[in-house]
């Protein structure tokens, strides 16, 4: 089976554009969560979407945005990008409930956004 | 706020050595989840070792075990007999029992397997 998938695998923007992030959950997970990873830290939560809804979302401006699709794939958006938007940006799925929780999140390999 | 803290950025170890990694962490839930991740340089992050904080038992995965203290909110890893393979950066995360699935990673310890 195949895991987590997220394209592109590296991106090159310049600030002030726009930039969407892809990722395909393993088959059967309902649950999408974006996390970004700045070089030398550990991710930071960014969005967690659950049947096609928003379920959280961590402390980043509105430039960010999200949305899960019917098939419970997900695409991240960031807006106005910024040289501290660098980072790799993380996609993990999951098996869960309605009651949420913390299941296993499986992690795609990322993808690598440049910002210059 | 959550926070999670790994205070070794950097550990080297000779191989089938046995090495312990430290996490302490804050939180004000008495249920909730303790993670080891391993990210090797190829980047994806792979689950090591998950602990449910309702469990006293610590967790074990063959040669990887932890060390929980609830009381302490200490959760340190222990690789045993360990090889070349290892070599990767290693994560400690705190999720929440239920509801978003929000992670909350420390800033990860260099873990090196010299041969």
């Known amino acids: 089976d195949a895991g987590v998938t997220q394209s592109p695998t590296h991106l090159i923007k310049t600030r002030g554009q726009h930039v969407t992030l892809r990722c395909s959950p393993i088959?059967?997970?309902?649950?999408v969560s974006w996390y970004q990873q700045v070089l030398g830290q550990g991710p930071q939560f960014i969005f967690q979407?659950?049947?096609?809804?928003?379920?959280g979302r961590g402390n980043f401006p509105d430039r960010f945005s999200a949305r899960q699709f019917p098939n419970y794939s997900s695409e991240l958006n960031v807006n106005a990008l910024l040289l501290g938007d660098s980072a790799l940006y993380l996609c993990?799925?999951?098996?869960?409930?309605?009651?949420?929780?913390?299941?296993?999140?499986?992690f795609g390999p990322g993808t690598r956004l440049t910002v210059l | 706020a959550q926070t999670v803290t790994q205070s070794q950025p950097e550990m080297s170890v000779q191989e089938a050595e046995t090495v312990t990694l430290s996490c302490t962490y804050d939180?004000?839930?008495?249920?909730?989840?303790l993670f080891w991740y391993k990210q090797p340089p190829s980047r994806q992050m792979i689950l090591v070792i998950r602990?449910?904080?309702?469990?006293?038992q610590n967790a074990t995965e063959n040669r990887f075990s932890v060390n929980f203290q609830k009381a302490a909110k200490s959760f340190s890893l222990k690789i045993s007999d360990s090889q070349l393979g290892d070599t990767a950066m290693y994560f400690c995360?705190?999720?929440?029992?239920?509801?978003?699935?929000?992670?909350?990673f420390g800033q990860g310890t260099r873990l090196t397997i010299n041969p």
């Open positions: 993990a799925s999951s098996f869960t409930g309605q009651r949420g929780g913390n299941n296993e999140q499986f």
């Open positions: 088959s059967g997970h309902k649950s």
């Open positions: 979407y659950y049947e096609k809804e928003e379920r």
């Open positions: 939180t004000s839930e008495n249920n909730y989840y």
């Open positions: 602990q449910e904080a309702y469990k006293q």
């Open positions: 995360a705190l999720g929440p029992f239920q509801g978003a699935q929000k992670l909350v």
